[in-house]
């Protein structure tokens, strides 16, 4: 409340009388004036009447508001999570991510903060860090036999770990690293780089061979399952089929049979007759290693999207059926049969698509996104199976476990998510 004072005109007794207030001669000094419930006029009620109150009801509301919005906010940011595990040892975007294969317990990735760490698949115990690195982790993976596990970061720095005794057994250098991979039956690893030049050693004794490039960054390479035989993409679009054995190129896809964008994914077929190579053209091509031929090429771009949002970022052979499935940055799957080359399903993500892995031994297949999902898909008839949530940006790879019970996955939000295939997705 504010009392509203009465001022009246007679009181002031130093007014018109003439007299010099400040002389010996004029009247008594006049002493401060006191106020009391008699000289009230009229109480006014700031909260209904005044302006003031309405600015003070104003902020009140704006307050209320304001809480509102914060507890909404916090509600959003609430994701959900059907992780069974979080790994959050980086600081950084996890770039790579592995399953040791021989018992599917261990999981390395490797990150932005230059670090990678081998962990426990089921708990997110670390077993040990990978050190030395001097640029961020980007190519991972563990043996065959999961003896060894190797990382290698952008400069070119590789290291091989005896995961056992958790000691580094072997380290080389080479130029900017795009791609490593082990072969599968014995203690050898690949690499591609930025120069186009592909290595092997036999680990640990650092045994090496030397493939020559051609002036293009080898982006990707695989390994067939005969085990002599190496495919490699290159940045050009020219895809060639290496002998391991003499290091001498067998067959070269070039020119205009070749892609016109850089290839980006590559999968084998287990009859070791098939590659399949996906491209920033937005297309994929089916090559015939016997032959160097290419079979066909699919089409996988939209007529209203560009080339950019067409990249055919993951490609992949079923094992057991005769399909084939190719994953775009649009967010488009197909699924297309490898005996007539036409498509079978299109499965519509709202974000782009960065992997797709097969289950094993059979027709559901895995794929991730830059909007932090993992989905799965049933490829006979093109129907979402599950999905699995928690990750806060985008997913940048994923893998899966040869038991097929998990489920883990790498994002730029610094963790590593385990989901249970058991667990079933929303």
Request: with cysteine; hydrophobic share 35%.
């Amino acid at each position: 409340m504010v009392h509203k004072m009465n001022h009246q005109d007679g009181n002031d007794k130093g007014g018109d009388n003439g007299g010099d207030n400040n002389s010996n001669g004029g009247e008594e000094e006049v002493g401060p004036q006191y106020l009391g419930d008699n000289d009230v006029e009229e109480v006014i009620n700031i909260q209904e009447n005044s302006e003031a109150g309405q600015l003070i009801e104003d902020i009140d509301d704006m307050e209320l508001e304001q809480e509102d919005e914060e507890q909404e906010g916090a509600e959003t940011e609430m994701v959900q999570d059907d992780a069974a595990v979080v790994f959050e040892k980086h600081k950084g975007s996890v770039f790579c991510v592995g399953i040791d294969p021989a018992h599917s317990s261990l999981v390395v990735t490797g990150g932005e903060d230059d670090k990678a760490f081998v962990w426990n698949l089921n708990t997110g115990d670390t077993l040990f860090e990978c050190t030395g690195h001097k640029d961020s982790v980007t190519c991972i993976g563990f043996s065959w036999d999961s003896k060894y596990v190797a990382t290698g970061d952008m400069s070119g720095l590789l290291k091989v770990w005896q995961v056992d005794t958790k000691q580094e057994v072997w380290s080389f250098e080479v130029s900017d690293l795009e791609w490593i991979e082990w072969h599968h039956g014995a203690p050898v690893l690949v690499a591609g780089t930025a120069e186009g030049d592909i290595w092997m050693w036999k680990i640990p004794s650092g045994d090496t061979k030397h493939f020559e490039s051609h002036g293009s960054t080898c982006n990707i390479g695989h390994i067939l399952p005969n085990g002599t035989t190496l495919v490699a993409g290159y940045e050009d679009g020219c895809v060639k089929v290496w002998d391991l054995k003499t290091a001498s190129a067998m067959h070269t896809i070039q020119g205009h049979l070749a892609h016109t964008g850089s290839v980006t994914s590559m999968d084998c077929h287990h009859n070791n007759m098939l590659v399949i190579t996906g491209s920033t053209d937005a297309t994929a091509k089916v090559v015939n290693i016997s032959t160097g031929k290419v079979l066909t090429t699919y089409n996988c771009a939209l007529e209203t999207s560009t080339d950019e949002e067409e990249s055919v970022e993951a490609v992949a052979f079923c094992n057991s059926n005769n399909l084939v499935a190719t994953g775009t940055l649009s967010g488009i799957l197909t699924i297309w049969n490898t005996n007539s080359h036409t498509s079978r399903h299109q499965c519509k993500h709202q974000a782009g698509i960065t992997r797709l892995k097969w289950e094993k031994d059979s027709t559901n297949i895995y794929t991730c996104t830059l909007d932090g999902i993992v989905h799965k898909w049933n490829a006979l008839n093109g129907s979402l199976v599950a999905q699995w949530h928690g990750h806060g940006e985008d997913i940048l790879d994923m893998a899966l476990s040869s038991d097929g019970q998990s489920i883990v996955a790498t994002s730029g939000d610094s963790k590593a998510r385990v989901f249970k295939e058991q667990i079933q997705g929303r």
